[in-house]
T-cell receptor, first 114, second 117 residues
Framework: AQSVTQLGSHVSVSEGALVLLRCNYSSSVPPYLFWYVQYPNQGLQLLLK??????LVKGINGFEAEFKKSETSFHLTKPSAHMSDAAEYFCAVSGSGNTGKLIFGQGTTLQVKP | GAVVSQHPSWVICKSGTSVKIECRSL??????MFWYRQFPKQSLMLMAT?????????EQGVEKDKFLINHASLTLSTLTVTSAHPEDSSFYICSAVSDFPRGYGYTFGSGTRLTVV
């Protein structure tokens, strides 16, 4: 079984500051990990994904995440926050078994202050 | 890139009526589609998994007779909320997979805001 825990339901940063959104996972099989962003009343947009290749994954809009097996973590970072980054962020996990289910964390609201 | 079209974007219906939500993969064949429900300020909860040509697999606690899922073709899956009640009001999102079962290639629809009055 897989699960995801996002630490911090709300993160506030100043524009230009480092963004760090935390995600820890639990998986009985090698995981596939994802970060998605959601703007109000919209679907989900994929930021990046880890599928057992490079542990440092670069995504869109300057985001990246590092897979750390020893820490069961997949934290999302961005060196410099932009006002347009304010949104809801979800970490998700899928087992490499044959169910294909994508299990989401609770979500983190990112607020960017001018 | 892969696109999933979800319609309608929003719908208001009267209590006791049924509502159908469509999810179409526009430029790929979706062997599997997932349906999620999202309450305000909350995460996405998986409702069911549908595979083309077979019955949907529902998550524990999801009423099969209330949330009817049909996946008749590789490009279309529908969710019908039957005899809707105000507590069914929510944001429903579909997701299609084009590279199943390797766990990548999920494409999400834009969601449907259902309000039952």
């Amino acid at each position: 079984a897989q699960s995801v825990t996002q630490l911090g339901s709300h993160v506030s940063v100043s524009e230009g500051a480092l963004v760090l959104l935390r995600c820890n996972y639990s998986s009985s099989v090698p995981p596939y990990l994802f970060w998605y962003v959601q703007y109000p009343n919209q679907g989900l947009q994929l930021l990046l994904k880890y599928t057992s290749a490079a542990t440092l994954v670069k995504g869109i809009n300057g985001f990246e995440a590092e897979f750390k097996k020893s820490e069961t973590s997949f934290h999302l970072t961005k060196p410099s926050a932009h006002m347009s980054d304010a949104a809801e962020y979800f970490c998700a996990v899928s087992g490499s078994g044959n169910t294909g289910k994508l299990i989401f964390g609770q979500g983190t609201t990112l607020q960017v202050k001018p | 890139g892969a696109v999933v079209s979800q319609h309608p974007s929003w719908v208001i219906c009267k209590s006791g009526t049924s509502v159908k939500i469509e999810c179409r993969s526009l430029d790929f064949q979706a062997t599997t589609m997932f349906w999620y429900r999202q309450f305000p300020k909350q995460s996405l909860m998986l409702m069911a998994t549908s595979n083309e040509g077979s019955k949907a697999t529902y998550e524990q606690g999801v009423e099969k007779d209330k949330f009817l899922i049909n996946h008749a073709s590789l490009t279309l899956s529908t969710l019908t909320v039957t005899s809707a009640h105000p507590e069914d009001s929510s944001f429903y999102i579909c997701s299609a997979v084009s590279d199943f079962p390797r766990g990548y290639g999920y494409t999400f629809g834009s969601g449907t805001r259902l309000t039952v009055v």
